[in-house]
């Protein structure tokens, strides 16, 4: 056995020196990936388009929070707004590009503006009349967004040009009271995210064909809840078409007529547009409506903006005092109006018979967002201010109940902290929005809208048994155990289309049918076609057989039968004949 080979020291030395070369090229090599690595993450960031109606400060309110999540993640973000004037006291995030065209001659939106400036869709006479419940305000707020887009075209046109002519890696744009951004995705052929502010509304499923069957589909603005009896399915069926002629007939149509006009050839019908939307997003949680069918690309982020309070500590103010003083057992019930009513144009006796009903639960504190005039000899158990922290006093363990006008956010964000509500809707839209709260008895509703002392003082106290707060924190159960935040979700969703440029696995073939081939009409009427001709067939086949019958019948009766005796006869009468045959 021969002995192996010593290697020669130089030769080990060689050996040692190319480890050492391919250790430090391979670490060379590791760290110029991260560097590449490190760029291309920084180059991802895109540039994001972002377009809120003006006519509801509070979608500027909820859309703020995804243009802050889109920046922490490295995007840049303009934010597109144009009215009367700017909604200075709704701040966006640092680093927001903001362009505001401000416009001048809006007659449509000027007669809406109530005595302190702010957008009311619905006349404050109309807000408290008690039997007005038509949903006018969407309507009021199309035309009025329509008048708006038709003034930014006139006065600021090139800036808009400008705006189209920018390169966006996505679009998001409210899908309510909002045409000239719906006007600049046309033109500009971008992919765009659709944001229903509301729940998802018959004309936006329509638009991204979720079905929305009448006969268990409540139609927003009905007031009905999906239990629905033969009457409630025929009322319902009406408002479906309602709904569906008002956006098709009445609003899309001044829409496309106000594109031609200013872009002629060169923008597609308005529906098309909408219909073209990458994502729909819809502003409520999955569990929060009544269940329905919806298209893969419909996403729900509602309650995107609600934050867990526990971090947040109190600062030493009156405010804090006030609540952290009160009865252990009563607590206090918090009393909001949102953007909806201004107190200042509230009739007296509502504003006389909530203070009286609040005088006489003087065990119990309550706190008022409140901005109409000063108060004349406030009850001591009572604190306004015209702004709240609203979620931290929500999340309050001493908060035993919420006075919600029913704004989506508002009803979100009782829910999501567990707070049972005491609804008392002014729209139609907020009746809707408090009954999928009632509806699993996590809540309670004043039905009327001037409440006498009485009715607010029986629902003060209704809220107080302990069935409203168990079933408010089983929905809220419901509602939060997600495996992800919706802020998180919507953001991820703008990504996506970013990456993926369009997401057509989650479009249907619903896209390039009509309405008489999505309802099946052709199918329907073919089919009722054959079935009446063969019937038709049939009944001509069936006298065909009854006429033959009656020929052979008669045949029979006037040849055959008559030929047959007479030959009888002749041979009864020859006899000898037959016998020689």
């Known amino acids: 056995m021969t002995k192996p080979k010593a290697i020669p020291l130089n030769q080990n030395i060689k050996i040692f020196f190319k480890f050492v070369f391919s250790l ?44 802050a999540e889109l920046l922490k993640r490295n995007h840049s973000v303009t934010w597109l707004e144009y009215g009367l004037r700017p909604h200075d006291s709704i701040l966006l995030p640092k680093g927001v590009e903001e362009i505001f065209l401000r416009i001048e001659n809006a007659p449509r939106v000027t007669a809406l503006l109530n005595p302190k400036g702010k957008i009311q869709l619905t006349s404050n006479s109309q807000l408290w009349q008690e039997n007005f419940w038509v949903p006018v305000e969407k309507t009021n707020g199309w035309l009025a967004s329509l008048d708006l887009c038709r003034a930014v075209l006139k006065e600021h046109k090139n800036a808009f040009d400008k705006l189209v002519q920018r390169e966006f890696a996505a679009v998001v744009i409210d899908d309510l009271y909002n045409p000239c951004a719906l006007l600049h995705v046309g ?109 893969p690309r419909v996403n729900f982020v509602g309650g995107l903006h609600c934050r867990n309070q526990s971090k947040n500590k109190w600062a030493d103010t009156k405010l804090s005092q006030f609540i952290n003083n009160s009865n252990e ?87 999501w902290h567990g707070t049972p509500i005491i609804g008392w809707p002014l729209t139609a839209t907020a009746k809707d929005n408090l009954l999928r709260v009632t509806a699993r008895q996590a809540g309670l509703m004043i039905e009327q809208k001037r409440p006498t002392e009485k009715q607010f003082l029986s629902a003060f106290k209704r809220i107080y048994i302990k069935f409203y707060k168990e079933e408010m924190l089983v929905f809220q159960d419901m509602l939060i155990d997600v495996p992800y935040t919706e802020l998180n979700h919507s953001a991820f969703w703008v990504e996506f289309i970013v990456r993926h440029q369009e997401v057509p696995h989650a479009r249907s073939g619903a896209d390039d049918l009509n309405i008489f081939q999505y309802f099946l009409v052709d199918v329907t009427l073919f089919l009722i076609g054959c079935t009446l001709l063969s019937i038709w067939l049939l009944l001509n086949l069936l006298k065909l057989t009854v006429r033959l019958l009656c020929w052979t019948i008669i045949y029979l009766k006037c040849c055959v039968i008559p030929n047959k005796s007479k030959k009888s006869v002749i041979e009864k009468k020859d006899p000898i004949a037959k016998k020689k045959d």
């Open 24 to 67: 430090r090229m391979t670490t060379y090599i590791l760290f110029l990936f991260i560097f590449i690595f490190s760029i291309f993450d920084e180059s991802f960031g895109a540039n994001i388009l972002i377009s809120p109606s003006w006519l509801s400060p509070v979608h500027r309110f909820t859309m703020r929070e995804l243009a």
């Open 187 to 295: 033109l500009q052929k971008s992919l765009f995210v659709y944001w229903s502010m509301t729940g998802l509304r018959t004309e936006s499923a329509w638009a991204n064909q979720s079905p929305s069957p009448p006969s268990y589909i409540p139609v927003p603005g009905t007031g009905l809840t999906d239990e629905l009896g033969f009457w409630s399915r025929i009322y319902n069926l009406f408002a479906y078409l309602r709904e569906l002629y008002i956006h098709q007939h009445l609003i899309l149509r001044r829409m496309d007529k106000l594109f031609e006009k200013h872009y002629p050839n060169k923008v597609p019908e308005s529906f098309a547009i909408e219909r073209n939307a990458s994502i729909n997003f819809v502003n409520n949680p999955p569990i929060f409506d009544f269940a329905r069918p919806y298209m």
């Open 329 to 415: 057992e009563r607590g206090f019930i918090l009393i909001t109006g949102g953007f909806t009513i201004q107190w200042a144009n509230a009739p007296k006796d509502v504003i006389e018979n909530l203070l009286g009903a609040i005088r006489e639960m003087n065990d119990t504190r309550f706190v008022w967002q409140y901005n109409g005039p000063a108060l004349q000899n406030p009850p001591s158990n009572l604190f306004t201010l015209e702004w709240l922290p609203q979620q931290q006093l929500l999340a309050h363990p001493k908060c035993k109940g919420h006075l919600s006008h029913g704004g989506l956010n508002s009803v979100i964000e009782s829910v």
